[in-house]
């Protein structure tokens, strides 16, 4: 099941920190090259605290190249570890080959 909100941000300090400090699941991604507005995930994540983790990976990216991210609300900490587990699996992101 991908990503149920699509909207897309720029992974830059700006729009990091206007996020709100809820929890849930992202997915860090670069454009496909000759597919325009199509992304690539390169890292999915989950957090109790989206500015929060965000900005960390501002600072310290589990990937090179990282120009935006998706971020979807999930309050409840199980539905959080199942979807990310889902989105990890369909999209298998090398970030998190990487960090394995």
């Not at 300090?13 to 400090?21: A, I, M, Q, S, Y």
Request: net charge positive; glycine share 8%.
């Amino acid at each position: 099941m991908p990503f149920r909100d699509t909207t897309l941000y720029a992974f830059d300090k700006k729009t990091v920190d206007t996020l709100r400090e809820v929890g849930g699941v992202y997915g860090l991604a670069c454009p496909q090259v000759g597919r325009a507005n199509w992304y690539t995930i390169l890292y999915v994540g989950k957090t109790g605290n989206f500015r929060e983790r965000l900005q960390y990976w501002l600072n310290n990216p589990p990937v090179a190249g990282i120009t935006h991210f998706f971020a979807e609300v999930i309050t409840n900490v199980a539905e959080r570890t199942t979807h990310e587990a889902n989105l990890i699996a369909e999209f298998k992101p090398v970030g998190n080959t990487v960090l394995k």
